[in-house]
């Protein structure tokens, strides 16, 4: 079986020695290759035509014409052209990168915090960069609006009131929550619990953004909070999130426990304990993201008689993550992200109007 040809990878960084680093690891691994580098926005622009990459890394943070900038004129000149965002662990690193996403980036990955141990830096970069990279392998070619019609597994399902909505992205996930946030109204009857795959600092600024558009407060989960109605919570980077009843109250549990799938927070353990916790009355929903996370928690879901919706692989930035769910026939129904929120809003609020609709003081 003749093997897929190298990612085909553009280097754009200030730092001659991130350039050298990164070039290195893109060599050594099999599936990358390093086409070549720029030092500046105004040489990517350049390189990118006469290079003809297949994805590109840029730095935010450049002399002249800095990565936002370079950004938005890629994206004029090549609109499908995959772009990573390579930023440091900072506050202004993550305000900058939330920027880059909203502007066009396909993704991000941050630097390794110390060059002194090139060794460390280089594993770093092998695990938090490189599987992004050939994940963006073909997006570059215009997609069909509509993916191939997917046959669900056909199960009767009770249509149960839903308590909760759980939500699981990663890849091209910032943007899709974007959209789906901000179909919500400010009185939805239940509790949104988040995760999204981001390291620490980057959640909290992803919910001060996803805050300020939209009519629904969102924030970091914190031990001990109870969930409420109409409110969304992310999970903090590098903390597993999960729900829980204490004392009469369904409360929000944080931990540090070992990630999975590589990824901590996790999808699959908020799924789990969402299922526990909720049984038949949760909604989980699984949006862009590379990887398979979530597809066993969605089992977990629907096992407990919840239910389980997918974003449609037309709509995804990847479709690693819905892609696994419906693969292992854990989706109920498939949707573009353009419908997603408004999707949520129905399910939860038709249910809940039966369920008043079919109690005894409302009988005829």
């Not at 893109?26 to 105004?42: V, W």
């Not at 239910?307 to 989706?331: F, H, K, N, R, T």
């Not at 992200?337 to 809003?345: D, Q, T």
Request: proline share 6%.
């Amino acid at each position: 079986m003749e093997l897929p040809t190298p990612v085909r990878v553009l280097v754009v960084d200030d730092s001659a020695v991130v350039r050298k680093v990164l070039g290195d690891v893109l060599n050594s691994n099999s599936g990358t290759t390093l086409a070549g580098t720029a030092s500046s926005g105004e040489a990517a622009l350049s390189k990118i035509d006469d290079l003809k990459p297949d994805v590109v890394t840029l730095d935010i943070e450049m002399p002249g014409m800095n990565g936002l900038e370079a950004l938005a004129e890629i994206r004029k000149r090549h609109p499908r052209l995959p772009v990573i965002m390579f930023s440091t662990l900072t506050e202004s690193g993550g305000t900058a990168t939330l920027e880059a996403l909203a502007l066009g980036a396909n993704d991000y990955a941050t630097k390794p915090t110390s060059s002194h141990n090139l060794a460390s830096a280089k594993d770093h970069i092998e695990r938090d960069l490189i599987g992004k990279i050939v994940s963006l392998r073909g997006i570059n070619v215009a997609r069909p609006k509509t993916h191939p019609t997917i046959a669900l597994p056909v199960t009767k399902k009770i249509q149960r009131r839903i308590d909760v909505v759980a939500i699981g992205t990663s890849t091209g996930g910032p943007n899709a929550l974007a959209v789906l946030v901000s179909q919500l109204p400010a009185e939805l009857p239940v509790p949104i619990v988040l995760m999204q795959h981001m390291p620490k600092l980057f959640t909290r600024l992803l919910a001060e953004r996803l805050t300020a558009h939209s009519k629904v407060l969102v924030r970091e989960g914190e031990s001990g909070l109870p969930l409420q109605p109409g409110k969304v919570w992310i999970a903090p980077g590098d903390f597993h999130m999960t729900v829980a009843r204490r004392d009469g109250k369904i409360v929000i549990e944080l931990n540090q426990d070992a990630a999975e799938h590589s990824c901590r927070p996790a999808v699959d353990v908020l799924f789990r304990s969402v299922a526990r916790t909720f049984g038949p009355h949760a909604l989980a929903v699984v949006l862009t993201g590379m990887g398979s996370d979530g597809a066993l928690g969605a089992k977990a879901i629907r096992d407990a008689g919840g239910e389980v919706l997918v974003q449609d692989e037309a709509s995804s930035v990847v479709w690693g993550m819905p892609g696994a769910v419906v693969a292992a026939g854990q989706a109920d129904d498939i949707c573009a992200l353009s419908r997603v929120g408004s999707e949520i809003v129905r399910r939860v609020t038709s249910r809940r109007w039966m369920t008043r609709a079919a109690s005894p003081s409302t009988k005829s």
